[in-house]
T-cell receptor
Framework: EDQVTQSPEALRLQEGESSSLNCSYT??????LFWYRQDPGKGPEFLFT???AGEEKEKERLKATLTKKESFLHITAPKPEDSATYLC????????????FGKGTHLIIQP | NAGVTQTPKFQVLKTGQSMTLQCAQD?????MYWYRQDPGMGLRLIYY???????DKGEVPNGYNVSRLNKREFSLRLESAAPSQTSVYFC?????????????FGPGTRLTVT
């Protein structure tokens, strides 16, 4: 059974304080590892897809990296507007199509 | 481009009532999905459709039916709503272009069953 686990569940940072969110996965035949941002009352907003170990992608203050067992979302010098829930999801080669999601990390950036 | 749209945004049902959640995408994507999101749980796949005319069960299909009406539209039906179906429902669509796979979500339907 495919599993995606995110840590921590919640993270509170000061503005400008860099940190990383973790996503560990166990899937049969990873086809892609996804990161989404979700604001309260909204649908998930696509950020990145990573396909192979060693791959990195960046968008503004966010950088996502991938290893064979984990993915990290690094947030550099965050601002209050980066506050959101960040979701990790795996697309596997086995079973049903669709993504297997973690429970998310609720990130709060305090000014 | 509106992306993925869902109607209604909010709905309250009584136990045993039926309703259909509507979803449409204007990105010409082949695949479409229905997920539910509950507090303390990740998004879970209910049903998906890899192409027009095909549908398949996901992780939590019991109590739901789907229809892929055409390439743009994918509806989710609750025949006899139960309180356990109180949730936020998200529709998504996906495509793979030049080796890049992306999946986009709609704004969600917040359903309460009393």
């Amino acid at each position: 059974e495919d599993q995606v686990t995110q840590s921590p569940e919640a993270l509170r940072l000061q503005e400008g304080e860099s940190s990383s969110l973790n996503c560990s996965y166990t899937v049969s035949g990873l086809r892609g590892l996804f990161w989404y941002r979700q604001d309260p009352g909204k649908g998930p907003e696509f950020l990145f897809t990573l396909y192979s170990a060693g791959e990195e992608k960046e968008k503004e203050r966010l950088k996502a990296t991938l290893t064979k067992k984990e993915s990290f979302l690094h947030i550099t010098a965050p601002k209050p507007e980066d506050s959101a829930t960040y979701l990790c999801a795996a697309h596997s080669g086995g079973g049903a199509d669709g993504l297997t999601f973690g429970k998310g990390t609720h990130l709060i950036i305090q000014p | 481009n509106a992306g993925v749209t869902q109607t209604p945004k909010f709905q309250v049902l009584k136990t045993g009532q039926s309703m259909t959640l509507q979803c449409a995408q204007d990105m010409n994507h082949n695949s479409m999905y229905w997920y539910r999101q509950d507090p303390g749980m990740g998004l879970r796949l209910i049903y998906y459709s890899a192409s027009e005319g095909t549908t398949d069960k996901g992780e939590v299909p019991n109590g739901y039916n789907v229809s892929r009406l055409n390439k743009r539209e994918f509806s989710l039906r609750l025949e006899s709503a139960a309180p356990s179906q109180t949730s936020v429902y998200f529709c998504a669509s996906s495509a793979q272009l030049a080796g890049v796979y992306e999946q986009y979500f709609g704004p969600g339907t917040r359903l309460t069953v009393t």
